[in-house]
């Protein structure tokens, strides 16, 4: 199974800050990769997927990038919105597996 | 609107079995992949099973393989996943979902959860 690291497990920050999570798989995965917000006591909500394809309704200061093994999750302007755990997501083949999260604190 | 309902959670004994369903709605079910996701309390997610959209191909996380049965009625729109030999580490939120985009606005479906206890 493709292995998934993420760093750094938390970070934080203030509000308006950059803020920037690396998502790292232990194989080429092209560019099968998404992003997920949760917080806490609800389900996770995509944010982006195939890399850099923002979902639908989600704001531009989210924005993805990479390929291969190395993918960027990168929210512009931080907002009290954001404070929430992150995940990456490989669905290039199965079993799908998820990275171990970044938590977003104040 | 995109609906994903869970049910059939609950408290179940170790060695115990559990069927879990999930009704669709809002989109064309069968065009989709669906997947069932697992939490643990204050843990990440794990993905745990995943079917194709005709329900012909079915996958397994090797921490499930052989204990669980992921399947699907197209016809009534509903995703199941029947547990056996239920252990207590299989305790979490289970999520239904449809996790891979394929635009902008279709696919990245989730459920609200159902919780599965396993204790005695």
């Known amino acids: 199974a493709i292995q998934m690291t993420q760093s750094p497990s938390s970070l934080s920050a203030s509000v308006g800050d950059r803020v920037t999570i690396t998502c790292r798989a232990s194989?080429?995965?092209?560019?099968?990769l998404g992003w997920y917000q949760q917080k806490p006591g609800k389900a996770p909500k995509l944010l982006i997927f195939?890399?850099?394809s923002l979902r639908s309704g989600v704001p531009s200061r989210f924005s993805g990038s990479g390929s291969g093994t190395d993918f960027t999750l990168t929210i512009s302007s931080l907002q009290p919105e954001d404070f929430a755990t992150y995940y990456c997501?490989?669905?290039?083949?199965?079993?799908?597996?998820f990275g171990p999260g970044t938590k977003v604190e104040i | 609107e995109v609906q994903l309902l869970e049910s059939g959670g609950g408290l179940v004994q170790p060695g115990g079995s559990l069927r879990l369903s999930c009704t669709a709605s809002?989109?064309?079910?069968?065009?989709?992949?669906m997947s069932w996701v697992r939490q643990a309390p204050g843990k990440g997610l794990e993905w745990v099973s995943g079917?194709?959209?005709?329900?012909?191909?079915?996958y397994y996380a090797d921490s499930v393989k052989g204990r669980f049965t992921i399947s699907r009625d197209n016809s009534k729109n509903v995703l199941y996943l029947q547990m056996s030999s239920l252990r207590a580490e299989d305790s979490g939120m289970y999520y239904c979902?449809?996790?891979?985009?394929?635009?902008?606005?279709?696919?990245?479906?989730w459920g609200q959860g159902i919780l599965v206890t396993v204790s005695s």
């Open positions: 979902a449809s996790p891979r985009a394929y635009t902008s606005s279709s696919g990245g479906y």
């Open positions: 079917v194709s959209g005709s329900g012909d191909t079915t």
């Open positions: 195939a890399t850099s």
């Open positions: 809002g989109f064309t079910f069968s065009d989709y992949a």
């Open positions: 997501l490989q669905d290039y083949n199965y079993p799908r597996t």
């Open positions: 194989q080429n995965i092209r560019d099968d």
